[in-house]
């Protein structure tokens, strides 16, 4: 798990390999002070020798300013260390999230996504800056402290060695026990995040129907989820530091008693009260170091949760692969299903679509009708291999969808899905993504293609202006419009409108399915509908109801011969 995550810090190595090295320097300055403070009272104070006092005192200066200016070195580089290195996790997560297939992403959900790359993200990074900082200073700090304080007085320095276990001890309890929690809290983060999504995603819909109250409750419900097993983890977390602080101070308070009285005994001659005083300074430096050292663990314990849940995106790998000879090339858009069987588990028994066999000649439009969950999207989102067949072949121009380049594939089909996306910026720049190099004459053609020009026309400033964030400054039917325009840009060889044109008027439908048919009649065109008027002129239409093919005709045969489209006609047409 070490090994993947340091794969990101790359070309920030200079800066985590210089921050431990500057703090190496800045301890053993620090470790240096206490040991010229005591030979400044011993010698220049006590010995009232005022030369050397002088000298001893620039010397500390000197320790003290160039400490200074090494822990200003390791806290710059320490903070471009750990920073860089969440800058490219973040990146290797996105990345390695643009090639999954919609089969992972269902796997683990959009709000959890985004907590990995945010909140697990940030707790790897504060992990990683206490590792490289505090993780080495601390230890240093108690090491060095205790062998100088060892070289001063033997006997008073082993009240440290009884201390540290019992603290060790202490410790390892703490993480252990509150490892579980932290583990816990993340994945109900994952459920807060999922709350709030849906909420500002429908707020329009909450409002309309008045459930503010609700929605309240659901976020506090998850909220208080929150509090609690954080309340529980932090309770446990905070037994050590009032079990550190009463074993340091204790050891103090033993080490003053126990100095003091060997000062007076021996009329300091065992022990001087330089000595003394240093060894006070170096029972705070261990202090702080085991202070430093929990803070560390703590965050650790944190952090290691937050690695397990980002290694997991890491480790995933997506459903859908490019064979080891890929097809870089479409000669046609005539597709062929044969024999075709999906399940969203890859569970025969849960198919729902089964055994489709249908052939649509490169050029010909295709019209997809048939109830709400009957598998119309499902079928169509095979084409382009968002999903892979459980069972069966799909071909395109004769070779087999998965045979092909993924980029060459998906480049060569342009589908409009059923939840129209647009991106914040303005209406070029949403355009340019079906052709990043479309000239202003090619989107407005598409634009007029899809009916979208007239509209366009009307902003004040016309083809920049700007689109908010999922298009909500647009109708329904305005969005749907560009979404076709920004796939028509694309000059596919197979079309699919996953009914997004349910949101136009029929006036509007019919102009641009007339545009298809004169303007891109080597076009493969699928269009789902709900609407009859909508796929009434295909060349072919199929009804599909529970994932199988229940009618395959024209308009006239399966107005004729299927009872299915005869009742949906009859429901549509009653007032024509």
């Not at 201390?163 to 816990?184: C, D, N």
């Not at 976020?219 to 929150?226: D, G, L």
């Not at 530091?241 to 003091?260: E, K, N």
Request: aromatic share 8%.
């Amino acid at each position: 798990m070490i090994k993947k995550l340091m794969r990101s810090i790359r070309e920030y190595k200079k800066a985590s390999l210089l921050t431990p090295l500057f703090v190496v320097i800045e301890v053993i300055l620090e470790i240096l002070i206490p040991l010229i403070m005591a030979q400044m009272i011993d010698i220049g104070i006590t010995g009232k020798n005022i030369t050397v006092l002088k000298q001893l005192g620039i010397v500390l200066i000197v320790c003290v300013a160039l400490g200074l200016l090494f822990g200003i070195l390791s806290g710059s580089y320490c903070a471009v260390a750990s920073a860089g290195f969440a800058q490219n996790l973040r990146q290797d997560l996105y990345y390695k999230i643009q090639g999954y297939s919609f089969a992972n992403i269902d796997k683990f959900s959009t709000s959890s996504i985004v907590t990995r790359l945010t909140t697990d993200v940030t707790n790897v990074q504060n992990a990683y800056m206490m590792i490289i900082r505090v993780a080495v200073r601390a230890p240093l700090m108690l090491i060095f402290s205790l062998i100088t304080s060892f070289i001063i007085n033997a006997k008073l320095s082993i009240i440290f060695l009884i201390a540290i276990p019992i603290l060790g001890v202490g410790l390892y309890l703490v993480v252990s026990l509150s490892h579980p929690y932290f583990e816990k809290v993340f994945h109900i983060y994952d459920d807060l995040n999922g709350v709030v999504q849906e909420n500002l995603t429908g707020i329009r819909v909450v409002k309309s129907f008045v459930r503010e109250k609700f929605e309240i409750k659901k976020f506090n419900r998850v909220s208080q989820k929150i509090f609690k097993t954080f309340s529980t983890a932090e309770g446990i977390v905070a037994y050590n530091m009032p079990l550190m602080q009463f074993s340091v101070y204790m050891c103090m308070l033993l080490l003053c008693w126990f100095g003091a009285k060997t000062i007076v005994l021996t009329n300091a001659t065992t022990m001087t009260t330089g000595e003394l005083t240093s060894l006070i300074a170096y029972a705070l430096n261990i202090l702080n170091c085991l202070m430093m050292l929990s803070m560390v663990m703590v965050m650790i314990n944190m952090a290691r949760a937050s690695s397990e849940r980002i290694i997991e995106l890491l480790d995933e790998e997506s459903s859908l692969k490019n064979n080891e000879n890929p097809k870089y090339e479409m000669k046609s858009g005539e597709i062929v299903f044969k024999n075709v069987g999906f399940s969203y588990f890859s569970d025969k028994n849960k198919e729902c679509l089964e055994n489709i066999s249908l052939t649509i000649p490169s050029g010909s439009t295709l019209g997809i009708i048939g109830g709400t969950g009957s598998g119309k999207s499902s079928l169509v989102q095979l084409i382009p291999r968002l999903y892979d067949v459980t069972e069966g072949q799909i071909t395109i121009g004769g070779i087999d969808v998965r045979d092909y380049d993924l980029f060459t594939l998906r480049n060569e089909v342009a589908m409009v899905l059923q939840k129209n996306e647009l991106f914040s910026g303005t209406i070029k720049e949403n355009l340019r993504w079906g052709n990043k190099k479309a000239t202003d004459d090619e989107i407005i053609h598409a634009c007029k293609l899809a009916q979208a020009d007239s509209f366009v026309e009307t902003f004040p400033r016309k083809y920049d202006t700007y689109i908010e964030q999922g298009g909500t400054n647009v109708s329904g039917g305005q969005k749907q419009r560009l979404c076709i325009a920004r796939a028509l840009l694309k000059k596919p060889k197979i079309l699919i409108l996953d009914d997004s044109t349910s949101a136009v008027d029929t006036k509007t439908d019919a102009l641009i399915r007339k545009a298809f048919r004169e303007i891109i009649p080597d076009t493969t065109k699928i269009i789902i509908a709900q609407r009859i008027s909508s796929v009434q002129d295909a060349d072919f239409i199929i009804v599909m109801d529970q994932g199988k093919i229940n009618g395959y005709g024209t308009h006239e045969e399966l107005l004729t011969t299927n009872s299915i489209y005869q009742e949906i006609y009859d429901s549509q047409m009653k007032g024509d």
